[in-house]
């Protein structure tokens, strides 16, 4: 993977590129075939979204079942291969799941005191999602990412390339190219290594997730960013009635972001909007909670909760996190991206 440098850091690159490469580790779906699957079937799954074998144990036989052309002795038989080939019906050692876990990258957010209050950056194999009303630096965080997401590993990143799917039309690539600039990257490099797509439907959301898992098995990606989850939902589904429907298709969503972390060793961020809690305390805190309920409450690994400072102070909260302790911690928005405030 060519990634982008100036001179003042391709040596670093260049001289860890041999160490951060990892082995792949996953299988693509293509690998069905020395099972005895046959390639116009092994097609019709790539045409669906499965780009690994993984993804195809991932899934349900109802679901495998709804492809055009699979029937369900077919869809059994793929199953019966696709288990033989990765030998994921056994249960692992802690020491096994601790080797394995090894392997999770963590990324500069670009503020020292962020990182500190994860726990050392944005984890890879998991979902982060950043909460706030507007103005609270979600997105800026997301842009910053996009370019320490690219940096070697030694210099806390994921020496990977990065997805974008936006869905509020407000990702902007100049502001990528000043933030390159302070870490001291080409900018129109950065900008190559960047997968963009704007989307409009929840739909057509779910489509992109698909159309980049097969990207993903082509080049070495880092992170995954989705601005935001919420926004299309809330466009396409309205009122109580279609409450039920909408969770549920949130909720595949969810699960298909969260297969694509594990299987390809990336991140996720991705941004929430929040709506007003007045019953959320008799506090002087602005009270508002995030908005997808539950499910999308249990899908995300780590929660951060932003809201506005004085000036361009932002300050971040862990509202929900498997290792982090409840605190908090501000940082600055700058025109170099997130920094650490003064």
Same mark, same amino acid.
């Given at each position: 993977?060519?990634?982008?440098? !100036? #001179?003042?850091?391709? #040596? +670093?690159?260049?001289?860890?590129?041999?160490?951060?490469?990892?082995?792949?580790?996953?299988?693509?779906?293509? #690998?069905?075939?020395?099972?005895?699957?046959?390639?116009?079937?092994?097609?019709?799954?790539?045409?669906?979204?499965?780009?690994?074998?993984?993804?195809?144990?991932? !899934?349900?036989?109802?679901?495998?079942?709804?492809?055009?052309?699979?029937?369900?002795?077919?869809?059994?038989?793929?199953?019966?291969?696709?288990?033989?080939?990765?030998?994921?019906?056994?249960?692992?050692?802690?020491?096994?799941?601790?080797?394995?876990?090894?392997?999770?990258?963590?990324?500069?957010?670009? !503020?020292?005191?962020?990182?500190?209050?994860?726990?050392?950056?944005?984890?890879?194999?998991?979902?982060?999602?950043?909460?706030?009303?507007?103005?609270?630096?979600?997105?800026?965080?997301?842009?910053?990412?996009?370019?320490?997401?690219?940096?070697?590993?030694?210099?806390?990143?994921?020496?990977?390339?990065?997805?974008?799917?936006?869905?509020?039309?407000?990702?902007?690539?100049?502001?990528?190219?000043?933030?390159?600039?302070?870490?001291?990257?080409?900018?129109?490099?950065?900008?190559?290594?960047?997968?963009?797509?704007?989307?409009?439907?929840?739909?057509? +959301?779910?489509?992109?997730?698909?159309?980049?898992? +097969?990207?993903?098995?082509?080049?070495?990606? &880092?992170?995954?960013?989705?601005?935001?989850?919420?926004?299309?939902?809330?466009?396409?589904f309205s009122g109580r009635g279609e409450l039920s429907e909408r969770q549920q298709l949130l909720g595949?969503?969810?699960?298909?972001?969260?297969?694509?972390?594990? &299987?390809?060793?990336?991140?996720?961020?991705?941004?929430?909007?929040?709506? !007003?809690?007045?019953?959320?305390?008799?506090?002087? &805190?602005?009270?508002?909670?995030?908005?997808?309920?539950?499910?999308?409450?249990?899908?995300?690994?780590?929660?951060?909760?932003?809201?506005?400072?004085?000036?361009?102070?932002?300050?971040?909260?862990?509202?929900?996190?498997?290792?982090?302790?409840?605190?908090?911690?501000?940082?600055?928005?700058?025109? &170099?991206?997130?920094?650490?405030?003064?």
């Amino acid at each position: 993977m060519a990634l982008c440098a !100036s #001179k003042s850091v391709a #040596k +670093q690159m260049a001289s860890t590129s041999a160490d951060d490469t990892e082995e792949t580790t996953f299988n693509e779906v293509e #690998k069905l075939q020395e099972m005895g699957i046959n390639m116009a079937d092994i097609n019709k799954l790539k045409g669906a979204g499965y780009a690994t074998v993984m993804s195809v144990i991932q !899934s349900t036989s109802k679901e495998l079942t709804q492809i055009k052309g699979l029937s369900d002795a077919k869809v059994d038989k793929i199953l019966e291969a696709a288990r033989k080939l990765e030998a994921c019906n056994a249960f692992m050692s802690g020491s096994d799941l601790m080797t394995k876990r090894n392997r999770i990258l963590k990324m500069t957010t670009g !503020s020292n005191n962020l990182d500190k209050l994860l726990g050392g950056g944005i984890e890879s194999m998991c979902i982060t999602e950043l909460f706030g009303e507007n103005r609270t630096g979600k997105t800026q965080v997301c842009h910053t990412l996009c370019v320490t997401a690219q940096l070697p590993q030694n210099m806390k990143g994921g020496n990977g390339k990065v997805c974008y799917v936006d869905t509020e039309g407000t990702f902007r690539p100049e502001k990528i190219i000043k933030i390159a600039e302070r870490f001291g990257l080409e900018g129109d490099a950065v900008l190559d290594n960047i997968l963009y797509a704007r989307a409009y439907t929840h739909e057509q +959301q779910m489509e992109l997730l698909k159309a980049a898992a +097969q990207k993903m098995v082509e080049e070495p990606f &880092a992170l995954l960013v989705v601005d935001s989850i919420m926004a299309l939902f809330r466009v396409d589904f309205s009122g109580r009635g279609e409450l039920s429907e909408r969770q549920q298709l949130l909720g595949k969503m969810l699960s298909r972001i969260i297969k694509l972390c594990d &299987a390809f060793n990336i991140a996720c961020v991705m941004t929430n909007h929040v709506m !007003s809690d007045p019953g959320g305390g008799l506090t002087f &805190a602005p009270q508002f909670k995030p908005i997808g309920g539950h499910v999308l409450g249990h899908a995300s690994t780590v929660r951060l909760s932003l809201r506005k400072g004085k000036g361009d102070q932002r300050i971040v909260k862990v509202y929900d996190a498997p290792n982090l302790p409840e605190s908090e911690g501000i940082f600055a928005v700058s025109d &170099a991206g997130i920094v650490d405030a003064e």
